[in-house]
């Protein structure tokens, strides 16, 4: 199966397959946060984005390339902050 264009780039367009969601939902459980205040968009963008809305909700968006570990570990340390 080929991977989808970013008809912007020659880099392939990272989507949000199942096991990066689960990862998410992971951390996000871990912290007590309720899957009903994530919002995930399912195409990778730039480095990657954590942002709060006004609502409440989170919007997390991966990183269009790159180490989602890294970015599963920023994830993390944003929550950490967050709530304290």
Known sequence: MTEPRNTSST????IVDQRTMERIFEITDA??????????PLAGEGDGRIDRADDGTWR??????????SFFARLAATFDLDLE
């Open 31 to 40: 912290q007590g946060i309720s899957r009903e205040e994530i919002r995930v």
């Open 11 to 14: 880099q392939p367009l990272r």
């Open 60 to 69: 997390i968006t991966i990183p269009a390339a790159g180490d989602l570990e």
